[in-house]
């Protein structure tokens, strides 16, 4: 069975400073996705990005991108500039690609404090 | 694009009755909605998978009698808790997906207090 692994419970960033959160997994699958979701104190889950792992180069959006390393299985996430509005639960979500019913395992999660 | 409505956004109700939780797509088919319950600062817990059409998938520790779900249209799936207690308080979310590429979307969740 596949696991998502999120080691650090909450994490801190000066405004304007670069963070980076921590996300690995396990898995026997090749293909596969690899979402990175927000969550802020409205609860709403907002996609931030996602990888596709076929694809070798890393995905990026914006001020946001990942470092994923297939053959360590990890997939972490770097948020450059922070911003106030960054301040979230940020949840890793890994979904095979086989299996067929595209469900998602999720991370416990890592809050991340902007500090001002 | 892919926006993910979800109904009411918090209810608050005596024990022993019955709540119903819509989740609609907006500008998107969703083939596939998915059911999660969210425990204060925890993860999203998975309760089913609803393909429109079919009987919903439970997760393993779900009571199917107990969370009704439908999904009768390509565009609604709606949650029923029935003779809720004050245990099944908590935050429920709902999400959909579209085609077999396409993240999931998420509703803005609905919180249910039972008294």
């Known amino acids: 069975a596949q696991t998502v692994t999120q080691s650090q419970p909450e994490m801190s960033v000066q405004e304007a400073e670069t963070v980076t959160l921590s996300c690995t997994y396990d898995?026997?699958?090749?293909?596969?996705?690899l979402f990175w979701y927000k969550q802020p104190p409205s609860r709403q889950m907002i996609l931030v990005i996602r990888?596709?792992?076929?694809?070798?180069q890393n995905a990026t959006e914006n001020r946001f991108s990942v470092n994923f390393q297939k053959a360590a299985k990890s997939f972490s996430l770097k948020i450059s500039d922070s911003q106030l509005g960054d301040a979230a639960m940020y949840f890793c979500?890994?979904?095979?690609?086989?299996?067929?019913?595209?469900?998602?395992?999720f991370g416990t999660g890592t809050r991340l404090k902007v500090l001002a | 694009g892919a926006v993910v409505s979800q109904h009411p956004s918090w209810v608050i109700c005596k024990s022993g009755t019955s709540v119903k939780i819509e989740c609609r797509s907006l500008?998107?088919?969703?083939?596939?909605m998915f059911w999660y319950r969210q425990f204060p600062k925890q993860s999203l817990m998975l309760m089913a998978t609803s393909n429109e059409g079919s009987k919903a998938t439970y997760e393993q520790g779900v009571e199917k009698d107990k969370f009704l779900i439908n999904h009768a249209s390509l565009t609604l799936s709606t949650l029923t808790v029935t003779s809720a207690h004050p245990e099944d308080s908590s935050f429920y979310i709902c999400s959909a997906r579209g085609g077999h590429h396409q993240p999931q979307h998420f509703g803005d969740g609905t919180r249910l207090s039972i008294l």
């Open positions: 990888q596709e792992a076929y694809k070798q």
């Open positions: 979500a890994y979904r095979s690609s086989t299996s067929g019913t595209y469900k998602y395992i």
């Open positions: 898995t026997s699958e090749s293909d596969y996705y």
């Open positions: 500008d998107f088919q969703a083939t596939t």
